[in-house]
Every structure is written in structure tokens, then in C-alpha cells.
């Protein structure tokens, strides 16, 4: 029998969410190699890995009637070629040519009947690189053995140059409208409130009631002052646009250790301070009590099993914390010092899965633990904080996606309804990467937002010397 969705997956499917760029997280990784790409070997090896993911060729089938929850089911009709798309930048190829072609990318509507996936390999990227976008919507993370494309295709040993052998794939037959029809009544009759809950409007009004009912419970009302709420809000889509930064781990470790904080305390406030540098550029005034309400995702373990070695992605939860960032003190060592009592406020040593473990999850983890964050903000109310900032520490040793080399690897982040920005970061050998995602009409210069994160990580060199 066809598998059933989940209920948070069903609600990430409401309001025709599978065209909406709020449901989907995607990945830059940028991949060197010797000689010429060869398209076909590209195909192959894809259609190889996803031997291992079968959720890629599967997509999502509506029950008759509204009977009940939808079902995952083998696209009979599975075509890689349609999901598996070439593009290319115009020379010279640079990063602001690139970074605008996937803003462009990020965009597209995703096709409701087809595996809710897409990649495009993009050639013309300077020094012969080439630049592969990965986009999975967030309902192909549920359950118990979802990861993100972009983990799928990578892996710490470099692929063979020779043709991949592709094992014959045949979808299962999928149910009948009559079976799907017979397992929903019975379904219901086990469930009585199954029916209740496939009402549209009614799981829209309970889930702002759910909403709003946890946010006020769990999250104490921080007010930003001078209305920078409303430079983090925008009520209608009206396209995007991507920025790109990255600067050395190894500052950021020097830092940390000047400091007594965390790695993680100091890449927050790098941002902090960019954020900060933007805002004033803007010709918004600030005072020092001037916060952000910062939703940062955390993994932690399952209280079921507090014991696990967490080496895989299902071992860990996604939880939201809710941080108070001062973008308003204009004194970097103050911005870090705020920042850190707050992450130490959050964390729970029994729980906190650290840096180490995190990195040592299977593949490269963080396009994964990134669109997990995003899925855990998107059930909170969207009134209760500003932005969603995910960070997620990557291996420190060199990965590689098919016969070639991972070379730079950016988070781009899924910019969440009636937001204006979202910022991803990872953390890959040696180098940590940042993703800026925003409303084009919002906040059209977000690359400015990138190009200032130098700036505010020499503040922090400057008072850690």
C-alpha cells in the first residue's frame, strides 16, 4: 500500500505550497575537475545515487474526495532529463552573474504531479568550474529516512570516471482510486477527526491557533524598536534575489578561543554586525537597545535516545530558539558578549548535539540539517521574530560530488512567507559559506548585506588582539 504523508507534511503541501519558494531549500555547490564535463556521465551518475534516495522518484498523489491525507506513490512516468536541467552564464561567468541566475532558478514554480525536486547544472562559471543548483521541497524531509538532494550526491570518496552502471528501475504499481478510497473510510473509522482534519480552512484556522497559542507560550515578546521589524517583512512575493560571502573558519575559531564563546556565537555575530552596517546604510537610525528576533534552528538529540552516536541525520531533532540579536550596539565586543549569553541561554548540555558530531553526519549534512531548520520555522507564528538564520557545521575535509572535487558549497536558503530576508551558513574545509535570500522589492541590495560580512569580521579581529 502507497505510503501515507505525514500530517506536518500534508500542511507543508496547503495553499498550492508546492509552487512557492517558502517550501523549497536549495544548494549551491561549486565542482572542479581535471577534464571537460561530460553531461551524459553527469545523468548517469545521478540516476545512480538516487538508487539510495527512492523518494526522488516518487510523487505525491491526491486521495479522491479529500477523503484523506495524500500518498506517496512511484511516478510512473519518472523522467530524469526533466529534473536533471542544463543552463549557463554568459562570460565571464563571475559570482554576481551566478548568484543572479539562482535567484531566477530559486523561482521557478516546482510541478505538483511530478517528485517535487529539481537540479540544474550551470557551465560557464569562471576557472572551468562547474556550479550545480539543488532545489527539494520540504516535504521530501519527512520521515524517518529523508535527506536533502544535494546530500545525496556528495560523498567523501571521488566516483569512478568511468560510466556508472544504472540498475533498471520499475515503479510499483500504484493504487486504484477505489483502494485509496476503501483504505481513507477505513482510515476514518479508525480516526473519526481524519475527515475533520482535511478541511483546508479549518487546518488554516488551527494552525494559527496552534500558532500563535506556542508562540506566546514558548517565546517571550521581544519588540524590535524603530520599526526594523518592517525592514524584515514584506506582505506579498515579489521575486528574489541571492547573496554569496564566505571567510575563513580559522578566524572565526581565533576568535571564539579569545573570547571564551563559541564558533557559533562568533559566526552570529559577524552577521550581527553586517546586519547592523546595512541597516545604517539604509539610512534607518539606530539606538543600542535595537534588537532583531532571530529564529536559529538547533539540533538536538531524541529524548528517546539521548545515548546515539548521531552519525545520521534521523538521529537528530530540529528545534527553534529564539535570540535577541543587538544590531543595535555599536561596540563589537559588547555585540558578541550579548550574543553568547544568549545561545548559552538556549542550550541544553544533556541535548546539544555539538560542532563535531553534527560535521561527522553521514554525507554532507548540512543542506539537510538547513531545510530541516526551515521546516521547524515554518510552524512557528511568523509575528514572533524577524528572520531565520540556520547554521550548520560541515566536514573540514575535502567531499566529492560525482568524479569531481566539491569546491565551495553555499546554503541558499527558503525565504518563508511575509519575510523579507533569510541567512543560511555552512561551514566546509575551512571556509565558512553564507546564503542570502531575499525579497527583490524588500531588500533589492542583498549582496550589499554579503560584501559587508568582511568588514564586521575584521571588528571582531580588531578587539580580539
Not at 546604510?281 to 534588537?291: E, F, N, Y
Request: aromatic content about 4%; overall charge negative; glycine content about 8%.
Amino acid at each position: 500500500m502507497a505510503t501515507r504523508l505525514a500530517t506536518a507534511d500534508a500542511d507543508l503541501l496547503l495553499g498550492d505550497a508546492a509552487r512557492s519558494r517558502s517550501r523549497h531549500s536549495c544548494s549551491l555547490a561549486l565542482v572542479s575537475r581535471d577534464r571537460p564535463w561530460d553531461i551524459d556521465r553527469v545523468m548517469e551518475f545521478v540516476d545512480a545515487r538516487l538508487a539510495d534516495a527512492p523518494r526522488f522518484r516518487q510523487r505525491i498523489r491526491q486521495v479522491p474526495f479529500g477523503l484523506a491525507r495524500a500518498v506517496w506513490v512511484d511516478d510512473p512516468e519518472f523522467d530524469l532529463s526533466f529534473h536533471v536541467r542544463r543552463s549557463a552564464l554568459p562570460a565571464p561567468g563571475g559570482m554576481r552573474q551566478l548568484a543572479d541566475l539562482v535567484a531566477r532558478l530559486v523561482d521557478r514554480p516546482l510541478e505538483p504531479d511530478r517528485p517535487l525536486w529539481e537540479l540544474y547544472l550551470i557551465e560557464g562559471v569562471e576557472d572551468g568550474k562547474l556550479a550545480i543548483l539543488t532545489k527539494t521541497h520540504h516535504v521530501l524531509l519527512g520521515g524517518p529516512n529523508a535527506v536533502d538532494l544535494a546530500q545525496v550526491l556528495t560523498a567523501e570518496f571521488q566516483a569512478s570516471a568511468d560510466a556508472h552502471e544504472v540498475a533498471t528501475w520499475t515503479p510499483m504499481p500504484s493504487p486504484g482510486d477505489g483502494v485509496l478510497v476503501l483504505d481513507a473510510l477505513m482510515t476514518i473509522v479508525s480516526d473519526p477527526l481524519e475527515l475533520v482534519r482535511r478541511s483546508a480552512r479549518l487546518v488554516h484556522a488551527i494552525e494559527r491557533t496552534t500558532r500563535g497559542l506556542a508562540g506566546a507560550a514558548s517565546f517571550a515578546v521581544l519588540r524590535s524598536g524603530g520599526g526594523l521589524s518592517e525592514m524584515f517583512r514584506t506582505e506579498r512575493a515579489r521575486g528574489s534575489r541571492v547573496g554569496l560571502a564566505s571567510f575563513p573558519l580559522s578566524t572565526a575559531r581565533e576568535i571564539a578561543r579569545a573570547h571564551g564563546c563559541k564558533v557559533n556565537d562568533v559566526v552570529l555575530a559577524v552577521l550581527c554586525g553586517a546586519l547592523r552596517s546595512w541597516i545604517l546604510s539604509c539610512g534607518h537610525p539606530l539606538i543600542t537597545s535595537d534588537v532583531l528576533r532571530v529564529i536559529v534552528p538547533m539540533a538536538v538529540t531524541s529524548e528517546s535516545d539521548p545515548g546515539e552516536d548521531h552519525r545520521d541525520v534521523t538521529s537528530a531533532e530540529i528545534a527553534s530558539a529564539l535570540i535577541s540579536m543587538p544590531v543595535g550596539e555599536p561596540n563589537p565586543r559588547m555585540r558578541l558578549a550579548q550574543i553568547a549569553r544568549e545561545t548559552a541561554t538556549q542550550r541544553n548540555p544533556r541535548e546539544a548535539v555539538g560542532a563535531k558530531s553534527l560535521a561527522r553526519l553521514s554525507g554532507f549534512a548540512p543542506p539537510t540539517l538547513h531545510a530541516l531548520g526551515s521546516r521547524a520555522a515554518i510552524m512557528l507564528p511568523s509575528d514572533s521574530y524577524d528572520l531565520v538564520v540556520t547554521n550548520a557545521p560541515g566536514p573540514q575535509h575535502t567531499m566529492f560530488w560525482g568524479d569531481g572535487e566539491l569546491v565551495e558549497v553555499y546554503p541558499i536558503p527558503a525565504l518563508l512567507e511575509h519575510k523579507a530576508l533569510a541567512v543560511s551558513m555552512s561551514s566546509y574545509s575551512g571556509i565558512v559559506y553564507c546564503g542570502f535570500t531575499s525579497d527583490r522589492q524588500a531588500v533589492p541590495d542583498v549582496e550589499e548585506i554579503g560584501e559587508l560580512i568582511s568588514g564586521a569580521l575584521e571588528e571582531l579581529v580588531g578587539i580580539a588582539t
